[in-house]
């Protein structure tokens, strides 16, 4: 990225003005590498972030790459996010490590990926 | 924006839908982005995350809501594993005012990798207790500075490590040693795993 560091010279109020007004999503379905993929084009009229959105995740694109490719901080990327997946132009692929140990198998298909390299 | 770099990004496959962390944490300078970059295949990228938490023991004098807004900055870099699995590596840093960010940023992560320099061993201490409270499965890997050497004994006795954690020596510039640390993290965690299966449930404290 050109940019510095994302959002360090961003005043709160236009990050406020971003995701009118809201200050958290309203739930935390994205995960930082939760992969997030687009089901829709741009449309004309839609917020430049909101579109912006939906030419990166043409491939799945992990939320914390969306972030650092719009230059905000992970939770205004957060709710963007969600306004897009409330109306269906996004769809989310959760990671599927539960928040215990990792699964045996995925340790495996880890190692192998690994040594590949 | 940088669109030729957008537009350069290397894409994911089609298939990918699962992502997985690993976390490189360790003191300023220790090499967290010289490792992450080193096995990344995208140039490591900087994000950050801003968080609030009610203040304790703040002077709420003129009626603002006793909030304090702290940043956390972290690199990552990604690693595609297969059609499905990508892995991605978070540099983070390690001093404690940022536990508390920890807890939330980096649930669900695999395990960590605490990269030390043996010169400044101190440095690590708090991160190893940390990761060691919480349970979170971890390798120590000590970054190659040309310091004086030092035996791995010698080091396990300084940081105070249990006998269980893989204690790795690297060179965080090399992708190939780079590589290592994480094989012999997830190798670690393979254990770790293997040793909780006849309880699957609680969460399992790693056995010695």
Known sequence: MSRGRPGRDDSPD??????????????????LVTLVVSESDPVAGMQSEHAAILR??????????????????????????????????ISARHPRASYRLPDHDILEQVLVGLRNL | MDSVTSEQRQTLHS??????????????????????????????????????????????????????????????????????????????????????????LFSGTLGAVVLVDTRRLADS???IDRLEHHGTPFVVACNDFGGPAHTPAQIREALDLADEVPLVFCDARSRESSKQVLISLVEHLRTVVAAARPTPHPIPEPTP
């Open chain 2, 125 to 127: 201490w708090y991160a």
């Open chain 1, 14 to 31: 236009r990050l406020y003005t971003l995701t009118g007004g809201r200050s958290r999503a309203g739930s935390d379905a994205f995960d």
């Open chain 2, 15 to 104: 298939t990918a839908d699962n992502g997985l962390k690993i976390v490189v944490v360790g003191g300023f300078g220790v090499g967290k982005t010289t490792l992450v970059r080193s096995v990344s295949e995208i140039r490591p990228l900087n994000t950050e995350e801003t968080m609030t938490q009610a203040g304790e023991g703040v002077d709420d004098t003129v009626g603002v809501a006793a909030k304090t807004a702290t940043t956390v900055a972290f690199d990552f870099g990604r690693i595609t594993l297969d059609a499905h699995n990508v892995l991605y590596l978070f540099g983070a840093p390690g001093q404690e005012r940022f536990w508390f960010l920890w807890d939330r």
């Open chain 1, 56 to 89: 990166m995740c043409r491939f799945p694109t992990a939320v914390v790459e969306v972030a650092a490719g719009l230059g905000l901080p992970v939770s205004i990327t957060r709710i963007l996010l969600a306004d897009l997946h409330d109306t269906g132009r």
